[in-house]
């Protein structure tokens, strides 16, 4: 068994793309997520409706925003609103193995093959898969995996890389961005069903 846990704890919410860009522009200007999260907190940044929300809220997104370098935060908030769901997309991959696995290993692959269509039986057989080889998988009950199932094809969905009807949708990348991944994290390109390549890194062949 691998003693590695995965972090499972996305079944809050989806993208977070309004509230994540309100974040990021607090920690621009604080460049201190602690300091930042406070702030959210102390001035209900997020409208949330009760304050156990606006902590697990405002926890989710800075853990995700965390994983974001200061050059790929400061993108963020200039960026279009396309790309803005890219970096989003990219953030929720590092902080969570399973997705990040589940990107590089069933999306990717299959868009490259030219199977397009996703569904949630993929997303059970991928989670069989890994639970096999994970004890901290294999305890999820049944409800909880259901949830995260339902976040996970939320968050694909408000990230613009799977359509309405369930297929594959690749990314818009502008040059700009292309850069900002050459410069941060090349291998990253994997996160992302697409033929784009990035320094000596190629979406067509392994993720790490």
Not at 127 to 138: P, R, S, T, V
């Amino acid at each position: 068994m691998n003693k590695k846990k995965y972090k499972m704890s996305f079944t809050t919410g989806g993208l977070f793309f309004n509230e994540s860009l309100k974040a990021a522009e607090i920690y621009s200007r604080l460049r201190d997520w602690e300091a930042a999260r406070g702030e959210i907190e102390d001035k209900n940044t997020l409208q949330a409706n009760r304050a156990s929300t606006l902590k697990r809220v405002s926890l989710e997104i800075c853990s995700r925003l965390k994983t974001l370098a200061d050059k790929e935060v400061e993108y963020l908030l200039t960026a279009c609103p396309h790309e803005q769901r890219l970096i989003l997309w990219l953030a929720v991959c590092r902080r969570y193995r399973f997705i990040g696995q589940f990107a590089a290993e069933i999306i990717r692959e299959r868009f490259l093959s030219m199977r397009y269509e996703l569904a949630a039986e993929d997303f059970d057989a991928f989670f069989n898969l890994k639970a096999q080889w994970n004890d901290g998988l294999e305890k999820i009950k049944p409800a909880t995996r259901a949830k995260l199932r339902q976040v996970f094809f939320k968050i694909i969905r408000e990230a613009e890389l799977m359509a309405p009807a369930g297929d594959i949708m690749p990314p818009i990348f502008s040059r700009g961005l292309i850069e900002l991944l050459s410069e941060t994290a090349p291998a990253d390109i994997f996160y992302f069903p697409t033929h784009e390549k990035i320094g000596g890194f190629e979406s067509g062949r392994g993720a790490a």
